[in-house]
């Protein structure tokens, strides 16, 4: 049986990021807005208590603020001819789960993506042409370019505290920031993270090389700040457990800490956790969202109708809910036709291990935050000239090592047995003076026709739903990329006096065993053409135009920086639009 | 009444499976949900002898920890460590069974990017490897695998990290893999758990714990930190036993 709740203005489908800055916008518009969140309400003083929460094993290794796969998990396959089996337990990204989503887990790099990355394809044509670009590349421009964004990116960045330096202030260049950013309004609100030794020296390393080295945007913040909305944030103490884990400071930008506060104590806000929405419902026309059906933890089922649907889950999930509730038109990479999961993307992560004498190197690796280290662009987006190359993309890369957590990061040179006395020496003897940045190398995913996401015909979720198959692997262009920056990276650490340097190059197939970030983009993309998007520019569905899709699923294609920064600016450009456009005349907001 | 359907039944399974102490879902409205003294602190183990391993399996897995992780003059080795108990009290909770993990099949082996399909929870996989690996030590010996000498063992080892030694009904490569992990875990993670003892593995490294403020540290560069390592439990020190 089927309890039909009253309606709302709007409904919310998961309270993340993405979700939370939509329904604080919402709410501040006057509407009534519910809120359904999968997970449990999660907050610093349970869930993540300073005297508890710097604990590896049940964090990092089992996993405990994630999602399980037991409740839903993908099936995998590298090429569409294999059989893709289920995703048993995580590996190469991190599904969150809860209230907060993966702003409570993520390591709060903040960064803005090029100028360049939103009218990626007509960029990259006009510098190299068309025929440069593999054939199967299905690349796009966003629809909505840096300028437009800019107030918005400068609006999370102030509700979070970023702590960072400037490089280019309304275009003039500044000395210490990354010279490459796009124009930025104003600087950044606290002054960037102090560095640690290894990450100073890879800056100072960088800069008797030529580059223009910078400290990485930290959401994990340099110095106690309050923001707009009057909620306070402590600083900092590096005590290397952001990724993966909840900060038991109040240092680290994420709903709880920034907008939850705020929002909670509205009169016009609920609400609901452990619900999971498991379809959005639509009229007899199929063009109109009439509200969300959700079942909550003791398996009673729900519907909540609304006006408004914001569609704003991990990616994955908002790409699965949008073809279990048959909105828009399934992808099919044989025709090329349809768009909802089109263009899914990673990221073409690598690393560098490097080892140091040790009588005159001391790291203190554990000394760290999850958005400290120093970076550069100078291999990014299309920062450099890309023609004697054959390939497009690139990366920032820098020391950005963000803990000493010692199960995790005890690299041993290569060809050190893994085991017995002389494993044991190796890790005694380089803890302190060895570096493993992790995600050293931050390099562009591009997007391809046969990396995509459909259902899967065999597995299925707990509610008897097939679960999302993810179809990827890497392409040459991605090796490539990753070769070139992989080497760049390598020479910094020797111009450091590194004397051992293991390069450890990204490599067909993708493997879904081995962490490379959560960095899930597209699948329900943002673009001009209904033919090509998902959503038009400002992220409503094409097909149903009181159905907003928010969060990484809207990415085109993933440019080489983090994606949050760049996520959180698109739900307060969307959330701009419902207020000053959308809530007067609903409707499509860009014609068809 | 009527039968209960498949979907009834599998959202019963499931919701078992997500159960935990927050698994009533609620309403939250007009302000912070907040209970005085909330939390969710870990539980450290108790010490009271093997919980699942029988004899025979603990003299393995604590031979099998001091070949991985041998003793030396300033450090103990993996048994001493804790290593095996670490790997015990992990193989009765939910890392033993796979609870949380994805288990429905159907079980397809696949690529190793797929990762691992086995139907096999870790203590259905301990519990048959040692089983396999003492059978065929015994069988070419007649001794179990904690009663060869270590100069015996380790080929052995190296014979299931390569796959050159087949264990009957089992697969000792993906053992050994799972084996290695877990000792890496029970030397480096938290004393709480049962390894770790005395915090030998972060003193061998230099790794502080569970330390919670670095702020005067972070710009003391190429100094090496002084203060000694600290659990979630605390330092011995900190809780003397009373008289």
Known sequence: MTTKLPAKDAVIIGLGWTGSILAHELTEAGLDVIAIERGPWRNTATDFAPNYAQDELRYRIRHELFLQPAQTTFTFRNKMDQNALPIRNWGAFMPPNGVGGGGVHWNAETWRFLPSDFVLRTHLTQRYGAKFLPQDMSIQDWGVTYDELEPHYDRFEYLCGTSGTAGNLNGQIQPGGNPFEGPRSRPYPTPAQQQPFSHALFGKAAAELGYKPFPQPSGNLSQAYTNPLNVRMGPCTYCGFCEWFGCGNYSKASPQTTLLPVLMRKANFEARDLCEVTRINTDSSGKRATGVTFVDASGNEYEQPADLVILSAFTIFNVQLLLLSKIGTPYDPLSNKGVIGRNFTHQTISDVESFFDKSKFNFNPFIASGAIGMCIDEFNGDNFDHGPHGFVGGGYMGQVQTNGRPIQTAPIPPGTPRWGAKWKDAVRDNYLSALKPGTGVHGSMYSYRDVYVDLDPTYRDRFDRPLARITMDFHDNEIKQNAFLTDKFAEIFRAMGAQQVHKIYRKAPYDVTEYQTTHLCGGAVMGTDPKTSAVNRFSQSWDVPNLFVTGASNFPQNAGYNPTGTLAALAFWSAQAIRSRYLRNPGPLVPA | ?243
């Open chain 2, 1 to 243: 009444m009527s039968p209960p359907s498949r979907r009834d039944v599998l959202l019963g399974t499931a919701f078992v499976l997500m159960g935990d102490a927050a698994s009533k879902a609620g309403v939250l409205r007009g302000q912070l949900p907040w209970s005085a003294n909330a939390g969710s602190p870990p539980q450290p183990i108790t010490e009271s002898g093997w919980l699942f391993f029988n004899p025979d399996e603990a003299a393995a897995v604590e031979a099998i920890a001091d070949r991985i992780i041998p003793p030396d003059a300033s450090t103990p080795g993996g048994k001493e460590a804790g290593c095996a108990v670490y790997i015990d009290r992990q193989l009765i909770g939910p890392f033993g069974s796979s609870a949380g993990l994805y288990t429905s099949a159907p079980f397809v082996t696949g690529t190793p990017q797929q990762g691992a399909q086995s139907p096999d929870p870790p203590a259905v996989v301990y519990r048959k490897s040692l089983a396999a690996l003492d059978r065929q030590c015994r069988a070419q010996t007649g001794k179990p695998f904690a009663q060869l000498s270590s100069e015996q063992q380790d080929p052995l080892l190296s014979g299931l990290e390569s796959g050159s030694l087949q264990l009957e009904g089992a697969n000792g490569k993906a053992f050994f893999e799972m084996l290695l992990k877990n000792m890496q875990e029970g030397f480096f993670a938290d004393p709480i758990y049962g390894g770790n003892k005395d915090m030998c593995g972060w003193k061998m490294i230099g790794y502080p714990g569970a330390h919670y403020d670095y702020r005067d540290w972070v710009g003391r560069h190429n100094e090496r930190y002084p203060h000694p390592p600290v659990s979630i439990a605390g330092r011995p020190e900190w809780t003397p036993k009373r008289t």
